[in-house]
Each structure stands twice: as structure tokens, then as C-alpha cells.
């Protein structure tokens, strides 16, 4: 009977030992090896994928940002050219001189024409010339010398 028990604990052993190297040869192998790279590659890919989606939802954000303030600008220019058309009445050009003013140059230029029409060009001097003439070229010391 004892070399039964020996061959009982022999095949226990036996069975205990396949299934331990076969647990540690999958661990360990090339195997276990590729599986976990698998398992981190598809990690990966994962957070890859929610790289590209949030960058996709930023990137048609922006795109509608951009349409929204495109569209803004044409509202704006299209209602800029439209007011530049229209006539309006600040549009007119502004006098240089104030209505009274104007109203005096008009006054003065009527009553400018009658005074000259009056007065004899040839005989009178100008106005800016003083009567009896002086300073270097007054007729009097001419003739003295």
C-alpha cells in the first residue's frame, strides 16, 4: 500500500506541475507577451479615437463660429453699401461758411460791382498805396537830384 500513496503523490504532483507550468508558461511566454501589447494597443486606439472626436466637435464649433461672424460681416457690408447709396441728409456737403455768412458774401459781391463801376480805374491808385507817395521811390526826391 505504500507504493500506492507514492503513485497517488506522483500523479498528484504530476498534475499540479502540468497545470503550474502551464499557468507560468502563459504568463511568461511570447504569448502572454503579444496579448498584452494587444491590450495596450487597443488602449490606445481607444483614446485616440476621443482625441479625434474631441477634435472634430472643436473643429466644426469653430467652423460654425467662423459661418456665424462670416455672416455677421456680409450683414454689416450690405447694410453699409446700402446706407453709402441712399441719400441721406447728412450725407450732403457741408457749406464752408455758416448761412449768415453767406448770406453777407452775397450781400457784398451785389454791392461790389456798383462801386467799381463807379469809380474810374485809370486815375485812382490803388488802395493799398498811400496819396502823397513816400519812401525811396517817391517822385519828389527823384526830381530834386
Same mark, same amino acid.
Given at each position: 500500500m505504500?507504493?500506492?500513496?507514492?503513485?497517488?503523490?506522483?500523479a498528484?504532483? $504530476?498534475?499540479?506541475?502540468?497545470? $503550474?507550468?502551464r499557468h507560468w508558461f502563459?504568463?511568461?511566454?511570447?504569448?502572454?507577451?503579444?496579448a498584452?501589447?494587444?491590450?495596450?494597443?487597443? %488602449?490606445?486606439?481607444?483614446?485616440?479615437?476621443?482625441?479625434?472626436v474631441?477634435?472634430?466637435?472643436?473643429? !466644426?464649433?469653430?467652423?460654425? %463660429?467662423?459661418?456665424d461672424?462670416?455672416?455677421k460681416?456680409s450683414?454689416?457690408? !450690405?447694410?453699409?453699401? %446700402?446706407?453709402l447709396?441712399?441719400d441721406?441728409?447728412?450725407?450732403?456737403?457741408?457749406?464752408l461758411?455758416?448761412?449768415?455768412?453767406? !448770406?453777407?458774401? !452775397?450781400? $457784398?459781391?451785389?454791392?461790389?460791382?456798383?462801386?467799381?463801376?463807379?469809380?474810374?480805374?485809370?486815375? $485812382?491808385p490803388?488802395?493799398?498805396?498811400s496819396?502823397?507817395?513816400?519812401g525811396?521811390?517817391s517822385?519828389?526826391?527823384?526830381?530834386e537830384?
Amino acid at each position: 500500500m505504500g507504493w500506492i500513496v507514492g503513485l497517488l503523490l506522483v500523479a498528484a504532483g $504530476a498534475v499540479i506541475g502540468f497545470f $503550474a507550468a502551464r499557468h507560468w508558461f502563459l504568463e511568461h511566454s511570447d504569448q502572454a507577451d503579444l496579448a498584452a501589447q494587444i491590450e495596450e494597443s487597443k %488602449q490606445q486606439f481607444e483614446a485616440y479615437r476621443r482625441d479625434v472626436v474631441d477634435h472634430m466637435s472643436t473643429a !466644426r464649433q469653430l467652423s460654425e %463660429q467662423v459661418a456665424d461672424i462670416q455672416g455677421k460681416l456680409s450683414k454689416f457690408l !450690405r447694410e453699409s453699401e %446700402q446706407l453709402l447709396q441712399s441719400d441721406k441728409e447728412w450725407q450732403q456737403p457741408l457749406p464752408l461758411f455758416s448761412e449768415d455768412t453767406l !448770406r453777407q458774401l !452775397r450781400q $457784398a459781391s451785389i454791392l461790389e460791382p456798383d462801386r467799381r463801376e463807379n469809380e474810374d480805374l485809370s486815375e $485812382a491808385p490803388p488802395r493799398d498805396y498811400s496819396e502823397p507817395g513816400s519812401g525811396l521811390f517817391s517822385p519828389l526826391k527823384q526830381e530834386e537830384k
